[in-house]
């Protein structure tokens, strides 16, 4: 039975959604024709003039079965078009070739129709003179549409985000992990059924130690901010420090050479020489 004639054909992007939704359930309910526009079931590829009879034959099935899945497919397609539409897809030679086309040109961006679904559903509304099943059929459809934009859209942006092609994510409904170059290097867990997910952090020993130099909370560590912090005044570096990086040091009323004698010693970090003669280390603001 043809159903391809209660299709109304496709004039442009408005209709696109509908026009596919349908062109689908068409295609679906002939053999292999739907898997044809998937690119699943593709032109066997040619063999030898020499190959065995057994091949051949079995060569020649798989033709034979692309030719009408194929044929079927492009023709449902043709019919379901207008003629101003059908100009763009006439070059194609396999209904893949033009279902794609088709999309290029005329299906909107995963985003955008979300978007147009979304609105859909919050102004669905009972229509006047609409039984109860055609108005559950309406929204149940609106439904799995919506479903199935929000899990396409969810796959795209919570995929890995690397440059490394090796590195892997992994998730379940209880728990995820990040693999990189075949060790996980974060996982994370929540309940059933839950949402936001807890990072489980473990302390992992490296496989060389490395050495590290730490400064010692002294005075000497008081008088190194002090410098690296424009020279303020050391009650507030040390109120700082507290503050800031939670580190406690005794307060150390010494004055440095530049707070004595001026802006012209307050180099650098390190750069600063002492002086040989006398005068040298004299200083004056005009």
């Avoid at 039975?1 to 349908?22: A, N, Q």
């Avoid at 020499?50 to 091949?55: F, G, I, L, N």
């Avoid at 396409?152 to 990189?180: H, M, Y």
């Amino acid at each position: 039975m043809d159903f391809s004639r209660h299709i109304k054909p496709l004039t442009g992007e408005t209709d696109c959604l509908m026009w596919k939704r349908k062109i689908s359930d068409q295609l679906d309910y002939q053999e292999e024709a739907i898997e044809v526009i998937d690119s699943k079931l593709k032109r066997p590829e040619s063999i030898d003039a020499d190959a065995q009879e057994s091949v051949r034959k079995q060569h020649k099935e798989c033709c034979n079965l692309y030719r009408k899945a194929n044929s079927y497919a492009k023709s449902l397609i043709a019919s379901a078009i207008t003629d101003a539409v059908y100009q763009k897809i006439m070059d194609k030679e396999t209904a893949f070739e033009a279902w794609e086309s088709l999309k290029q040109q005329f299906e909107a961006t995963s985003k955008d129709q979300l978007f147009k679904i979304c609105a859909e559903s919050f102004a669905f509304s009972w229509v006047p003179g609409e039984d109860v099943t055609t108005h559950i059929a309406k929204l149940r459809s609106l439904w799995n549409e919506l479903n199935n934009g929000l899990v396409k859209l969810a796959r795209k942006n919570f995929a890995a985000q690397d440059r490394n092609q090796n590195n892997e994510f992994v998730s379940t409904p209880t728990e995820c992990w990040l693999k990189v170059k075949d060790d996980v290097v974060l996982y994370g867990s929540r309940s059933v059924n839950g949402f936001l997910i807890k990072t489980n952090i473990e302390p992992i020993l490296p496989k060389e130690m490395t050495e590290v130099y730490t400064v010692v909370a002294d005075i000497s560590f008081l008088h190194l901010y002090h410098e690296k912090w424009g020279f303020q005044d050391k009650r507030h570096i040390r109120n700082m420090l507290e503050k800031e990086l939670g580190i406690r040091i005794k307060l150390n009323k010494e004055l440095c050479e530049p707070c004595i004698f001026g802006k012209a010693h307050r180099i650098l970090f390190g750069t600063r020489k002492k002086a040989f003669e006398p005068s040298e280390l004299i200083s004056a603001d005009v």
